[in-house]
């Protein structure tokens, strides 16, 4: 079983494409970070099936609490991410919310988070597609037409990071300087809690980054700008009626090249329609023209992540996590749960927020960020 909770170091690519970086920038030190109450059970919400995995990891003045849960006995495909500069003044965390697959989720935790690490935070942008770019050229490379080499040693791995897919939510944060850059691909959401110390004991601010999905009128507009008189982009509150991501990287199938009358694109989905007859589902091209019957104008999944700052005090705690979360309570809850659990001295916050939680029907993914 793979680890789900990731102390992030420099990752060699997994294909020769895709970029490199210098191990000396993201080494995180045992003096720097520090983890402990590092739990995994095959244990449910209140005695029900699932498997739930939380730690808590420490750096400087900084704590993050997370856990992980799964409602159900399947994988979880779902990844995040805690990643540290090498003087401990920039923190970066990331949540991954994996579907088809936790392939292209564990590959991105991974990859991601040093290759931002080694630029400046208004790299972000760039970096993001950068990486989604090269995750596709080498898949079209390994299945070109006219190919004058062999495929890659990596042409199995490279095709299934296109089959399976995930969000991405990163956070760079500059401690000393308390602001937080984030780069958002989806709709996983950071929340920035503050409770002023003077005045109404119960006033609240937040600040939050945007979901972005197929449910999004952001998204739904961003669509039909991009993707001019084409008609029923969105069903049903899905791309194309299947897919609830808009953003994000792997899901190829909805990324990559048509060719002429679809000829390319049906080629590359025979492709990664070999990994469903492993897994026992009905394969993508057996269910072409459903998935694709307005396929005219890719990509319509995009890896560029919304950008922007938020700012923290003494006092703020933030709060990361999946649609898995945020799907089930209001912003105003998650703050007051975890200011409660603070004064509960909870062990771990995010635990203790999990533990509110009813109706889990979803991958749950949740770090809560205090200052100690």
């Given amino acids: ?93 990331g949540v991954y919310d994996g579907h088809g697959g936790s392939d292209t989720a564990d590959y991105i935790s991974k990859i991601l988070p040093p290759a931002l690490l080694a630029h400046p935070p208004q790299e972000h942008k760039r970096i993001f597609e950068d990486t989604n770019t090269a995750m596709l050229d080498a898949f079209k490379d390994d299945h070109a037409l006219f190919r004058v080499r062999p495929r890659s040693k990596d042409w199995l791995n490279n095709a299934k990071l296109l089959r399976s897919g995930c969000t991405a939510l990163i956070l760079d944060i500059d401690i000393p300087g308390m602001l937080v850059h984030f780069a958002n691909a989806g709709d996983c959401r950071a929340l920035v809690c503050d409770f002023p110390v003077s005045g109404d004991p119960n006033s609240l601010q937040l600040q939050q980054t945007v979901d972005l999905n197929a449910k999004s009128s952001l998204e739904q507009e961003r669509l039909k700008l991009e993707h001019p008189n084409e008609d029923m982009l969105v069903v049903s509150g899905r791309l194309f009626g299947k897919l609830m991501s808009t ?11 048509r060719g002429i009358n679809n000829w390319q694109h049906k080629k590359y989905v025979d492709v990664l329609s070999s990994f469903d007859t492993q897994t026992g589902k009905v394969p993508l091209n057996a269910q072409y023209n459903s998935y694709f019957y307005g396929y005219r104008s890719p990509p319509y999944l995009v890896a560029t992540p919304d950008t922007g700052l938020l700012k923290l005090k003494r006092e703020s705690f933030i709060v990361c996590g999946s649609d898995g979360l945020y799907d089930l309570v209001t912003n105003e809850v998650v703050a007051r749960t975890i200011r409660q659990g603070i004064r509960d001295g909870a062990e771990n916050l995010a635990a203790h927020l999990l533990s509110t939680l009813t109706d889990i029907g979803d991958d749950v993914t949740i770090l809560v960020l205090t200052f100690n």
């Fill in 1 to 93: 079983m793979q680890p789900l909770f990731v102390r992030v170091f420099c990752v060699t690519p997994v294909n020769r494409s895709l970029p490199s970086c210098d191990i000396n920038c993201f080494r995180v030190s045992d003096s720097q970070a520090t983890f402990q109450n590092r739990r995994s059970w095959h244990r449910g919400i209140m005695g029900g099936p699932g498997k739930t995995h939380e730690a808590i990891q420490t750096v400087g003045a900084v704590t993050v609490a997370s856990v992980q849960y799964q409602p159900t006995d399947r994988p979880i495909e779902d990844r995040f991410s805690f990643t540290v500069s090498p003087d401990g003044t920039r923190l970066m965390l």
């Fill in 247 to 257: 953003r994000g990287f792997g899901d190829g199938y909805y990324k990559l090249p």
